[in-house]
Nanobody, 124 residues
């Protein structure tokens, strides 16, 4: 079971970026996939989650980020719009069997199969 995040980069404030999480070794449709981020000197925080039946977002990204999945490609995407400097972090994806947790921000202990992160930098 492996997850690989990609698509990070440098973007100006107000810009957009899409990061991807490609899964191998298991079928995505039986799992929930969470996106997390960690900025220097800060704890890892949950950003968004998607399962076969629902999605959830942290308040800090609600209305700006959209999570989606393509089961045929075994990939989950996080579309990030209206980016702010405070969105700068390493973004990680992770898997959890079946359902998203009821609260995403502090839910990293409930996820496994962490992939390598991808750096997102929002700066002018």
């Amino acid at each position: 079971v492996q997850l690989q995040a990609s698509g990070g980069g440098l973007v100006q404030p107000g810009g957009s970026l899409r990061v991807s999480c490609a899964a191998s070794g298991f079928r995505l449709n039986a799992y929930a996939i969470g996106w997390f981020r960690q900025a220097p000197g800060k704890e890892r925080e949950g950003v968004s989650c998607i399962s076969s039946s629902d999605t959830s977002y942290a308040d800090s990204v609600k209305g700006r980020f959209t999570i989606s999945r393509d089961n045929a490609k075994n990939t989950v995407y996080l579309q990030m719009n209206s980016l702010k400097p405070e969105d700068t972090a390493v973004y990680y994806c992770a898997a959890r069997y079946r359902w998203c947790p009821s609260e995403i921000v502090t839910s990293s202990p409930y996820f496994g199969s962490w992939g390598q992160g991808t750096q997102v930098t929002v700066s002018s």
